[in-house]
């Protein structure tokens, strides 16, 4: 992960409104630069970096000399970088793959850009030429980004929502509107000479479910089976397989259940055949007697990996829970349940590893209709549309939770199941063949590895385990043990004004007040603005989004 800031148009001091950019340093460790725009003092870029790719020329905002009018401040990745200086015979000058996004601006413009780029990215573009500012953002928010806009053109872009608190500009931070940038969208602004923008254009390059433009490119995977699981296996052992560009050491999380356990196999598999000499790390989480920790013990064995188990306390996983929550930036019940696990599993992997690049199965449970309540679906097409519904909400739910838990250490996060072409295809087949059949969810996943041995069988099968249930001892689940601990905490009075105090997505229980309250503390005023509802199962009758409250749920 990486750290972007930049403000546009200020009237105050930039030199105090850039203490606002080191919010965000824990998502780049390695080096900080803050800059001034020139001719434009009151325009300022800053950048936290996590060292990936080329140490030497890898420090933003980055500039080239051959187009030296373009600012360019980006968090990603950009995998196809080399077959796109390849097709369009792009002299690059760095070997950073962010350089691509100047390449194509300069030489196709912003649409063509952002509709080539295969990767997960958010960035800030200034044209001090032609006067322009642009944003962009990946199909699925993996990368964050967030904007404030106020109605004098004053602009300012941050990584995260705590960047841009305090930077109200006149105003109270509950009085402006802090938002998340959409996801799949790029943002073009008008530059005045006083600094200031104004928006002109807002366009959707990629929808969920379209075929990627950039896969047109000459060296992408083409698939030409009639098999769906075969394509399935190309692509997403494709997707594991650009995603090892990096310079610093790769490891896994591994929950044990389907998703990371694939992702794992997948991993270890191209990773050998890529000669990467040195064993995968992977490391798995939970409180004593966890059911993820002991799957994930079977499948670390089966693969050969170095494997690490870390085992947490009721007491040092309620103690987290507002450092969760500022890092999330959320109130969103089962985000903040699950974040605990994995924020303290990767401050572990921080201070007792070398491992910084880290795959994880986020994502298949939107894309492969994992959740329980799937199972009961009014039709193949209700199930299409919930799925590619999720898909389209993740920027504010599990890839927010992916994002901040790993960024906070310094980790950056790459999640093969979200990658373009791959979700692409698995959306392009029947509906119906994409729900849970014969009582198992995610069957089309599983199916199209049966009988492969890349991972234990028992694990390829396992029935869906939520996170934040899979890291709870089977006697008492992580939920109860929060609910336990709230309830001395907010009282039945509180509850009941709750709809007063809060009137948008007012909390029904103790455990959403209690996150509420926190919530608020951080961020006053921006509740409407950064999750639009609590996530809950769909077609379920429960006041509850942990799967064990559902009747279709199987302890394994």
């Given at each position: 992960m990486c750290g972007i800031w930049a403000i546009f148009g200020s009237d105050e001091d930039v030199s105090k409104q850039c203490a606002s950019a080191l919010t965000i340093s824990h998502r780049g460790p390695d080096a900080f630069r803050i800059e001034n725009v020139n001719h434009f003092k009151n325009c300022c870029f800053g950048f936290h970096r996590l060292a990936i790719v080329d140490d030497l020329n890898g420090m933003q905002p980055m500039r080239v000399k051959s187009h030296p009018h373009i600012w360019l401040c980006y968090n990603g990745e950009i995998y196809n970088y080399r077959k796109v200086q390849k097709h369009y015979d792009f002299d690059y000058q760095t070997d950073c793959d962010g350089e691509a996004i100047i390449h194509l601006y300069a030489n196709l413009g912003i649409e063509s850009a952002t509709k080539l780029l295969d990767g997960?990215?958010?960035?800030?573009?200034?044209?001090?030429?032609?006067?322009k500012v642009f944003l962009g953002r990946d199909l699925y928010g993996v990368r964050p980004m967030f904007r404030l806009l106020k109605d004098d053109g004053f602009l300012a872009v941050c990584s995260e929502a705590k960047g841009l608190m305090g930077l109200a500009h006149g105003d109270n931070d509950h009085d402006?509107?802090?938002?998340?940038?959409?996801?799949?969208?790029?943002?073009?602004?008008?530059?005045?000479p006083n600094g200031k923008v104004t928006l002109t254009e807002r366009v959707q390059f990629h929808a969920v479910g379209d075929i990627p433009k950039w896969s047109e490119i000459e060296g992408n995977v083409k698939i030409s089976s009639e098999d769906p699981k075969e394509n399935v296996r190309v692509l997403i052992k494709e997707?594991?397989?650009k995603r090892l560009m990096a310079q610093r050491r790769i490891g896994c999380?591994?929950?044990?259940?389907?998703?990371?356990?694939?992702?794992?196999?997948?991993?270890?598999?191209?990773a050998k055949e890529e000669g990467i000499a040195y064993p995968i790390q992977t490391f798995s989480i939970g409180m004593e007697?966890?059911?993820?920790v002991k799957a994930a013990r079977k499948v670390a064995n089966a693969l050969n990996t170095e494997h690490y188990e870390i085992l947490f306390t009721e007491e040092e996983g309620i103690a987290a829970l507002e450092d969760v929550i500022y890092i999330l930036e959320t109130y969103d019940i089962t985000t903040i349940?699950?974040?605990?696990g994995m924020y303290l599993i990767s401050k572990y992997i921080q201070k007792m590893t070398d491992s910084v690049v880290i795959f994880s199965g986020e994502g298949a449970d939107e894309l492969c209709q994992g959740y329980i309540y799937f199972h009961k679906a009014p039709s193949a097409e209700d199930a299409d549309i919930e799925s590619k519904r999720l898909l389209k909400d993740l920027y504010m739910y599990d890839n927010l939770r992916a994002d901040r838990t790993t960024a906070a250490a310094g980790l950056e996060l790459r999640v093969p199941m979200l990658d373009h072409l791959f979700s692409a295809y698995y959306l392009s087949i029947e509906p119906k063949d994409r729900q849970p059949q014969k009582g198992v969810e995610k069957y089309l996943l599983r199916s199209a590895f049966d009988g492969l041995d890349l991972i234990p069988n028992e694990v390829l099968w396992r029935p869906k385990e939520?996170?934040?249930?899979?890291?709870?001892?089977?006697?008492?689940?992580?939920?109860?043990?929060?609910?336990?601990?709230?309830?001395?905490?907010?009282?039945?009075?509180l509850l009941e004004d709750?709809?007063?105090?809060?009137?948008f997505n007012p909390p029904k229980t103790k455990e959403g007040y209690f996150y509420r309250q926190v919530f608020q503390k951080f961020f006053p005023g921006q509740a409407e603005n950064l999750i639009k509802y609590i996530w809950m199962p769909k077609w379920s009758q429960t006041d509850d989004p942990s799967a064990r409250t559902l009747k279709h749920y199987k302890s394994s």
């Open positions: 997960v990215y958010a960035f800030i573009l200034l044209d001090t030429a032609n006067k402006v509107d802090v938002i998340p940038f959409p996801p799949g969208h790029y943002e073009a602004y008008d530059l005045k997707a594991v397989r999380l591994l929950s044990g259940g389907l998703d990371s356990s694939l992702i794992c196999g997948l991993l270890c598999e191209t007697g966890s059911p993820d349940r699950a974040s605990v939520a996170f934040s249930d899979g890291v709870s001892s089977e006697k008492k689940s992580w939920f109860e043990v929060l609910q336990d601990y709230i309830n001395t905490q907010v009282n039945d009075e709750a709809p007063k105090k809060f009137p």
